[in-house]
């Protein structure tokens, strides 16, 4: 009896969609076997394997499957091997990127400020780098939260998702918005005067445009 030596396969996890379709490529793997095995000669020899008894290797978990074939006829009883691998997909990592702390009165308005938030969200995904995996797809959740108010601050946590095949690990990041200081005043005295304290309008028109320097400086206006 007579047989080819028949080599070994090699597969990664990522080229496959699900363990279905890496089921059927080992299904179709056991087929070519037979085929490149190319058993000749004896007296019609009955060929059978052990596959049905093993398991194969699970898409996330990787690992190696030898699979024995036996060829019987009246006379001998030859076997031969044949290993099929798979790779597993590389662990999909990243880096826990930093958060972000503004202040509202670096902004100019409303709009400024959801700009800067987007522009956040980018930068973020940029520091977090995710590698390995299959082609991992980066999701996050900011759609579904409402970014700070101008004048009412507040911190948002953002999370992504990083989702291939086999995982799905998350990282969170938050945007803080420190609200303006509220704006504080001492209330200033009332002034009277006399008429008669002045030489004419144009004096009195100098007295109160410097009693209006004088309240402003009074009021101490503070804070926003």
Sequence with gaps: MYLS?????????????????LDAAFNAWLADVLTQANVQGGCD?????????????ALCSGGTLTVTWTATDLCETVSFDAQF???????ITFTEPGDITVDACD???QAAIDAAF????????????????CDPV????????????????????????ATDLCEAPTFDAQFTL???PAITFTE?????????????????????????????????????
């Design 188 to 224: 200033p005295t009332d002034l009277t005067v006399d008429a008669c304290d002045f030489t004419d309008q144009a004096t009195v028109d100098a007295a109160f445009n410097a009693w209006l320097a004088a309240v402003l400086t009074q009021a101490n206006v503070q804070g926003g």
């Design 45 to 57: 020899p009955v060929v059978t394997n052990d596959a049905a008894a093993q398991t194969i290797p």
């Design 178 to 180: 420190t609200p303006p």
């Design 5 to 21: 030596v028949v080599l070994v396969r090699s597969v990664d996890a990522c080229d496959f969609t699900d363990q279905a379709a």
């Design 138 to 161: 980066g999701t996050n959740d900011a759609a579904a939260q409402t970014i700070p108010a101008l004048c009412t601050g507040g911190t948002l946590t953002v999370t992504w998702t």
């Design 85 to 91: 691998t798979l790779t597993p997909p590389p662990a």
């Design 107 to 109: 902004f100019t308005d």
């Design 118 to 133: 987007n522009a956040w969200l980018a930068a973020v995904l940029t520091q977090a780098n995710v590698q390995g995996g």
